[in-house]
């Protein structure tokens, strides 16, 4: 049998890189990797052609080259690109894009990552928190949540596949903890004494390479996976062990976070805040016990840690 193709989005980014990856690695040749890319000439791209990838190039903007990458693939892992725009309006025409070009293809299974529609707990008249882009509590969740019946209505084989807040924002993402006034590192999140689900980014496209091998099983599925479920004092502690300096959590009012002033610090604390407030239906959603079946390496955050503590930057 030849190997089932994969499309996959984002290759040369944290989620779908870590699937292209993991079809590689993976011994039994099921699948082959074809790598999407804006540029197939990148040094990212050369080096995922270099490991055994097909690289070909699309734009999640161009729905027709969307269609080529897609042809003739088995398979296909779609993520959208929030950040690099940051509108919700933008991320659920990428989304449609995809769900087009997938059902144009015939592809037999999707991938899609997604994240819940917080609106079904916060409605816009909910006053809690600020309303952003005129109709999203959390663009970011809300969009993509949204997004999800536009793989269903179409009839696209699929996996909704809710991801989790990845550790490697305390590398990438300017989460990590910072020196407070008296020189101590404090890890500050507006969580209070609840769980926030996370995970190693490289661990998502392991999950997701899982759910391909399931064959049919997560079709019409929604799943949702993390690493570990933690409290901010859990994440400051083991930290702390693993820097080998003291690490505080500092709690702040989501209001307080919003007002950071960073870019994105209101949607971050909008969904901050719907984490702790929604800590049991959230964290009920990320079946660690389930993530750990379609991905044997899942890691805790011990071992993330012990992985990546030196890449984590230290003011
Ligand atoms: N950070 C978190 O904790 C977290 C948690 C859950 C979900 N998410 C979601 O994850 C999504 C991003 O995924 P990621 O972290 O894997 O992304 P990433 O690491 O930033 O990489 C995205 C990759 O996508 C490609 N890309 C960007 N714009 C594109 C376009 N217009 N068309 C085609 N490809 C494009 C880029 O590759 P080329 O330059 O090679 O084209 C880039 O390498 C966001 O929507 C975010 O909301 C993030």
């Not at 999707?110 to 809690?128: A, F, M, N, Q, Y």
């Not at 950071?260 to 969904?271: I, K, R, V």
Request: glycine content about 10%; charged content about 25%.
């Amino acid at each position: 049998m030849p190997p089932k193709v994969i499309a996959v989005m984002g290759a040369t980014g944290a989620q779908g890189g870590g699937l292209v990856r993991a079809i590689l690695n993976d011994t039994s040749g099921e699948f082959a990797a074809r790598a999407v890319t804006r540029d197939a000439a990148s040094p990212k791209a050369q080096e995922l052609a270099r490991m055994g990838a097909e690289v070909v190039a699309a734009d999640v903007h161009d729905v027709e080259s969307l269609k080529r990458a897609f042809a003739g693939a088995y398979g296909a892992f779609c993520v959208t690109f929030f950040w690099a725009h940051m509108s919700g309006d933008q991320e659920k025409q990428e989304a449609a894009s995809l769900a087009e070009a997938a059902k144009a293809a015939g592809v037999r299974h999707v991938i899609w990552s997604t994240l819940e529609d917080t609106r079904r707990w916060i409605p816009l008249s909910d006053t809690r928190m600020p309303t952003l882009q005129e109709k999203y509590k959390v663009p970011h969740f809300d969009a993509k949540g949204e997004a999800n019946r536009f793989f269903v209505d179409r009839g696209v084989p699929v996996t909704l596949l809710n991801t989790s807040f990845y550790w490697d924002n305390f590398i990438y993402f300017g989460a990590g903890p910072k020196p407070g006034p008296d020189g101590v590192l404090a890890l500050t999140m507006p969580m209070g004494d609840k769980r926030l689900p996370g995970i190693a980014a490289e661990d998502i496209g392991k999950c997701a390479l899982g759910v391909f091998k399931a064959g049919s099983e997560f079709i019409g599925k929604e799943i949702g996976i993390a690493g570990e479920h933690l409290t901010g004092k859990q994440l400051a502690g083991a930290m702390a062990r693993a820097l080998g300096r003291e690490v505080r959590y500092q709690d702040v009012p989501p209001d307080v976070y919003r007002g950071f002033g960073f870019p994105g610090a209101d949607e971050m604390g909008n969904m901050f805040q719907f984490k702790r407030d929604f800590e049991a239906a959230y964290v009920a959603g990320r079946d660690i016990g389930l993530a750990k079946r379609l991905n044997p390496d899942l890691q805790d955050f011990e071992t993330w840690l012990r992985r990546n503590k030196d890449r984590i930057p230290i003011e």
